[in-house]
């Protein structure tokens, strides 16, 4: 049965209509909200074109011990996938594309796996994320290959303040995280460690009869960032951020064996910001990102992969808007027990946007060329334009190419490689209509994707060729409402994300899925209700028919009380309705959990 067809209207209705709920935050937003995303440049979100969501910190903190891509489902406007509970393998899928063609960056660094071509974000702690940006839509002519999908940005906590947390739940779930960040004159210093660990509960189930192992799959996590910034004269700063998590793993092997994954990711970034003229600045940016695992299991492993990056990007007021224009530079470099005929490749950029607002017209463009020391040169564009029809109505419209590039296990994994293959290339395009008035805002979004050139093993030559493509067409609705204490909202996206070739749906994705939340604050106590649902799905198989992947609604429940101005007491109820469901086929996913937090922050 089709879950959230039938079902999605009255989610809306209970979602808006209950009187004790959670919102993207327990306070009306500011009016004026920044995204750099969009454009790589500062833009009030009421000029950006493209289709971003914020995930703010207020919206984290209340999230509990969630993992990420769980968040994201719920105020990303995504679809995830995952092979467990906490730790477990996750994946994210952007308006129906592949999940590895997605790019994640942690403060503007690369560090996914280069073998795989996957992002870790099951090992991205939320205890040290700030603020999250999702741009949805071809984001190449930005950020360069994988960008099909779009970007998720993640913003490190840059504390000026002291806060800790401590809280325990579910399957003996433990959380302890702190924060210590001061101005010391022009210099500021910003400290965040966490821990985190989980008996969890088996990843897998009986409808995985190879891998089945009923015992508990523990998680643990430790993560430290540090961030330290320096003027140096008035539009002239330095600055340090780094990251680091520690994450451990059992999952159950084949052979229904117990293993256990070890995965260490690491951003690192050095940056200068020097304003040369009143419209000129310059950000020179030297980083490194690290993703590094190895495993105990039947057969031990290990993949690690290094990337060197800088970037030099300079933002003009120019043209009656934002002018960024400069260079990308990427060296990838894999080390690993398995023999590759190549480990390491590197990537040169140029690449220019501008945005601008000239009322009642809105512009958005964007260039790049990127020359790859593996297939040579690619080169994107997106063009975007928007009309004000009325001060609170606004039209616009899109157009993007972009491309995902081959990884080094598609190009040299041993006896199961191509090395001749293209990168997988994309055509998307969009129209939407926003009207905001006061405190109610509605969006409409309809987007179609076209997907070429994409890599697929080939069981007969045992060796990935470009063969498929893909197409995905769809909209999206949203509204939301705010008040003095309350405010609510809803989006609900319908898709048709297939395989040309066949007409079957893509893996792991629905033709709807929707979220929505309502919150409100009162003195003291904040309380809110967000529910996620999503239609039926089809898993990967070697041979069909797939298996099917029942639709299915959660309902979230949390209240907060402030004991003192800097004390407070939390509580969260995941899948309130103890919801069975599988986003995995084989895989088993939480069900009724609770969590209880104190939180101190200093004002």
Same mark, same amino acid.
């Given at each position: 049965?089709n879950v959230?067809?039938?079902?999605?209207?009255?989610?809306i209705i209970?979602?808006l209509?209950s009187?004790?709920?959670i919102a993207?935050?327990?306070?009306?937003?500011?009016l004026?909200?920044?995204?750099?995303?969009?454009?790589?440049?500062?833009?009030?979100?009421?000029?950006?074109?493209?289709?971003v969501r914020?995930?703010?910190?207020?919206?984290?903190?209340q999230?509990?011990?969630?993992?990420?891509?769980?968040?994201l489902?719920?105020?990303g406007?995504?679809?995830?996938a995952a092979?467990g509970?906490?730790g477990q393998l996750?994946?994210v899928?952007i308006?129906?594309s592949?999940?590895?063609?997605?790019v994640?960056l942690i403060?503007?660094?690369r560090?996914n796996?280069?073998t795989?071509?996957?992002n870790?974000?099951?090992?991205i702690?939320?205890?040290?994320?700030?603020?999250?940006?999702?741009?949805?839509g071809p984001a190449?002519?930005?950020?360069?290959?994988?960008?099909i999908?779009?970007v998720i940005?993640i913003?490190?906590r840059?504390?000026d303040?002291?806060s800790?947390?401590?809280g325990?739940?579910?399957?003996s779930t433990?959380?302890?995280s702190?924060g210590?960040?001061?101005?010391l004159?022009?210099?500021?210093l910003?400290l965040q460690?966490?821990?985190?660990?989980s008996?969890?509960?088996s990843?897998t189930n009986?409808?995985?009869?190879?891998n089945?192992?009923?015992?508990v799959?523990?998680?643990?996590?430790k993560?430290?960032?540090?961030?330290i910034?320096?003027d140096?004269a008035p539009g002239?700063?330095?600055?340090?951020?780094?990251?680091?998590?520690?994450g451990?793993?059992?999952y159950?092997?084949?052979?229904?064996?117990?293993?256990?994954?070890?995965?260490?990711?690491?951003?690192a970034?050095?940056?200068?910001?020097?304003?040369i003229?009143?419209?000129?600045?310059?950000?020179v940016?030297?980083a490194?990102?690290a993703?590094?695992?190895?495993?105990e299991?039947?057969?031990?492993?290990y993949?690690n992969t290094?990337?060197?990056?800088a970037?030099?990007q300079?933002d003009f007021?120019?043209?009656?808007g934002?002018?960024a224009a400069?260079?990308?530079?990427?060296?990838?470099?894999?080390?690993?027990?398995?023999a590759?005929?190549?480990?390491r490749r590197?990537?040169?950029?140029?690449?220019a946007s501008?945005?601008a *607002? $000239?009322?009642?017209? =809105? !512009?958005?463009?964007?260039? @790049?060329?990127?020359?790859?020391?593996q /297939?040579? &040169?690619?080169?994107t564009?997106n063009?975007?334009?928007?009309?004000?029809?009325?001060?609170?109505?606004?039209?616009?419209a899109?157009?993007?190419?972009?491309?995902k590039?081959?990884?080094?296990?598609?190009?040299?994994?041993?006896?199961?490689?191509?090395?001749?293959?293209?990168?997988?290339?994309?055509?998307?395009?969009e129209?939407?209509?926003?009207f905001?008035?006061?405190g109610l *805002? $509605?969006?409409?979004? =309809? !987007?179609?994707?076209?997907i @070429?050139?994409?890599?697929?093993f080939? /069981?007969? &030559?045992?060796a990935p060729?470009?063969?498929?493509s893909a197409?995905?067409?769809?909209?999206?609705l949203g509204?939301?409402?705010?008040?003095?204490?309350?405010h609510?909202?809803?989006?609900?996206?319908?898709?048709?994300?297939?395989?040309?070739?066949t007409?079957?749906?893509?893996?792991r994705?629905?033709?709807?899925?929707?979220?929505?939340s309502?919150?409100?604050?009162?003195g003291?106590?904040?309380?809110?209700?967000?529910?996620?649902?999503?239609?039926?799905?089809f898993?990967?198989?070697?041979?069909?028919?797939p298996?099917?992947?029942?639709?299915?609604?959660?309902?979230?429940l949390?209240?907060a009380?402030?004991?003192t101005p800097e004390l407070s007491?939390?509580?969260?109820l995941?899948n309130?309705?103890?919801k069975s469901?599988?986003?995995?086929?084989?895989?088993?996913t939480?069900?009724?959990n609770?969590?209880?937090?104190?939180?101190y922050?200093?004002?």
């Open positions: 049965m959230l067809s039938r079902s999605w209207p009255s989610t209970f979602c209509c009187s004790h709920a993207q935050s327990d306070a009306p937003r500011p004026e909200t920044v995204i750099v995303t969009a454009t790589r440049t500062p833009q009030s979100i009421a000029n950006v074109l493209s289709d914020v995930i703010d910190q207020a919206t984290i903190d999230a509990g011990p969630i993992s990420l891509t769980e968040l489902q719920r105020h406007g995504v679809e995830i092979n509970g906490p996750s994946s899928f308006r129906g592949n999940a590895n063609h997605v994640v403060d503007g660094v560090v796996s280069a795989a071509g996957t870790a974000l099951e090992n702690p939320l205890s040290q994320i700030e603020r999250i940006e999702v741009l949805r190449s002519s930005l950020y360069g290959a994988d960008a999908g779009g940005q913003f490190t840059q504390h303040r002291t800790a947390r401590v325990s739940g579910t399957w433990n959380e302890v702190t210590f960040g001061r101005h004159g022009s210099t500021a910003s460690a966490g821990y985190f660990d008996r969890s509960f990843a009986a409808n995985l009869p190879s089945y192992d009923p015992d799959d523990p998680y643990r996590n993560n430290i960032s540090v961030g910034s320096h140096l002239h700063s330095v600055a340090l951020r780094v990251l680091h998590s520690d451990t793993t059992h159950d092997d084949f052979g229904n064996t117990d293993a256990i994954d070890h995965q260490r990711l690491t951003s970034a050095v940056e200068s910001r020097n304003r003229l009143p419209q000129w600045t310059s950000l940016r030297i490194y990102g993703d590094h695992r190895s495993d299991a039947a057969f031990p492993f993949f290094d990337q060197t990056q970037t030099w300079n007021n120019a043209l009656g934002q002018l400069g260079v990308d530079w990427r060296m990838e470099k894999v080390a690993s027990d398995t590759f005929d190549h480990t590197h990537d040169s950029s140029l690449f501008y945005a *607002s $000239l009322d009642p017209h =809105l !512009f958005q463009v964007s260039l @790049r060329s990127d020359n790859d020391s /297939f040579g &040169t690619r080169s564009g063009l975007g334009y928007g009309y004000r029809m009325t001060p609170d109505l606004r039209l616009s899109l157009a993007g190419t972009a491309f590039a081959p990884t080094f296990n598609d190009l040299y994994y041993p006896g199961f490689s191509n090395p001749n293959l293209k990168p997988e290339k994309s055509d998307s395009a129209v939407s209509a926003r905001t008035r006061g *805002s $509605l969006t409409a979004t =309809l !987007f179609e994707n076209h @070429r050139d994409l890599i697929q080939d /069981f007969a &030559t045992s060729i470009n063969v498929a197409r995905n067409r769809g909209e999206t509204a939301g409402v705010t008040g003095d204490i309350w609510a909202n809803i989006e609900w996206t319908h898709q048709n994300p297939i395989d040309t070739a007409g079957d749906l893509l893996p994705r629905a033709r709807n899925y929707a979220s929505g309502i919150g409100y604050a009162l003291a106590w904040r309380a809110g209700l967000s529910v996620v649902s999503s239609s039926e799905r898993d990967n198989a070697f041979s069909p028919p298996p099917r992947l029942g639709g299915y609604t959660l309902i979230n949390h209240a009380y402030a004991l007491l939390s509580a969260r995941n309130a309705a103890d469901y599988e986003l995995v086929s084989g895989y088993n939480p069900r009724r609770v969590f209880v937090a104190l939180e922050a200093a004002k």
